[in-house]
Every structure is written in C-alpha cells, then in structure tokens.
T-cell receptor
C-alpha cells in the first residue's frame, strides 16, 4: 500500500546548523507530498507541499523537492532556530483525501 | 478564522469504560477526519466524513469504535469498551470540499490514557 518512511529521530542540532530529514515514499499512483509540523502542545500544521515531480515546496526557510526518480521528499533548512524544535511528519496523498503519515522525526535545536 | 476545536483535551479512564470525544471543524469545511496517533507513530486515519456521510471507515475497529457527524458539522467519536491499547492522541481534522490535494487542518487533539 501507499506509505512513507522517514528517518528516525530524535535529531538534536545546534542553532544555525543545517537540517536534513529524509523521507521516501511508496505509492501506486502519482501522490502529492507534504511535510507537517507539530509544535509542543499544538495540532499538526501543514509546513509545505509539492504536487508533482520536480516541484519544490518551501515555507519558513524550509524546502523539499519532489524527486520521482528517487521517490524522495527530503526536508531541508539551511539554518535552524530554537523555535524550529518540533516533530516533523512526512505524508503523501494519492486521491487527494487519503493522507498517509510517516512516524515523525523529533527535532530539538539547542542554543 | 477559528480553527478546529476538540474536547476534552485530556481524558483518563479505566479499561472497559466508555469515552466520547467531540470535534467542531472549521466553518464551511465539508470533510472531517478522525485520526489515532499512538505515541511514537504518525497519525492513522480512523474515519472520514463528507458532509454527514461516511467516505472511509476501513481502519475503524467497529466492534468498539463508533463515530457520527450529525447535520454535517460537529462530530463525535466514541469508544466502548476501551482497551489499554486505545491509549493515544485522537486528532480531528477538516478540509474544504473540492479538487485535491486537500490541505487538512488539525485540531489540538484529545490525549486518552486507558489504565
């Protein structure tokens, strides 16, 4: 079935470090890909998305490129801040309303 | 614009007891989802409503879980009787009806502990 696999955490970085969280997917159709973020005590929020191959989603300094050839959608940020500490979920949707989430990666950024 | 509201935020019950969760989606959102998020895992879809009709409940344990969405707005999710493995965060989300991909807006969740 359709699924995503993301790197296990937790990930701990110092402020201003470069971040990469890996995500790969398996899908029978042509999925849209998403990154959601969950800050402590809050609900999931959409961080960015890409709907077709080679699209780049970006928001708040985060970027991810839809790579069909490697079935990947890795999340990157050039310089993380303490406020980026959260749990990040990669997700896919084939039909538009069938979201499948990865297990989540907890990021802690230390000052 | 008000977000997705859920209550209660926390609930502790003993196994074999019953519990109900309530969700109020964003106004105008036709589609409503209930997810179960077990600690250390990503959310898993339990049931999806389009207005007041069920679109997908294939992963809902129907022997103990039930959900309804009367009048196509608020929704309740019930567990009866609860088991220890039902301890999780129950998330409600909503989205606009229309062409995909649909962005889902999530509530803060209800954390259920079954002892």
């Amino acid at each position: 079935g359709d699924s995503v696999t993301q790197m296990e955490g937790p990930v701990t970085l110092s402020e201003e470090a470069f971040l990469t969280i890996n995500c790969t997917y398996t899908a029978t159709g042509y999925p849209s890909l998403f990154w959601y973020v969950q800050y402590p005590g809050e609900g999931l929020q959409l961080l960015l998305k890409a709907t077709k191959a080679d699209d780049k989603g970006s928001n708040k300094g985060f970027e991810a490129t839809y790579r069909k050839e490697t079935t990947s959608f890795h999340l990157e940020k050039g310089s993380v801040q303490v406020s980026d500490s959260a749990v990040y979920f990669c997700a896919l949707s084939v039909r538009g309303n069938d979201m499948r989430f990865g297990a989540g990666t907890r990021l802690t950024v230390k000052p | 614009e008000a977000g997705v509201a859920q209550s209660p935020r926390y609930k502790i019950i003993e196994k074999r007891q019953s519990v109900a969760f309530w969700c109020n989606p964003i106004s105008g959102h036709a589609t409503l989802y209930w997810y179960q998020q077990i600690l250390g895992q990503g959310p898993k879809l339990l049931i999806q409503f389009q207005n007041n009709g069920v679109v997908d409940d294939s992963q809902l344990p129907k022997d103990r879980f039930s959900a309804e969405r009367l009048k196509g707005v608020d929704s309740t999710l019930k567990i009866q009787p609860a088991k220890l493995e039902d301890s999780a965060v129950y998330l409600c989300a909503s989205s606009l009806e229309g062409r995909g991909p649909y962005e889902q807006y999530f509530g803060p969740g209800t954390r259920l502990t079954v002892t």
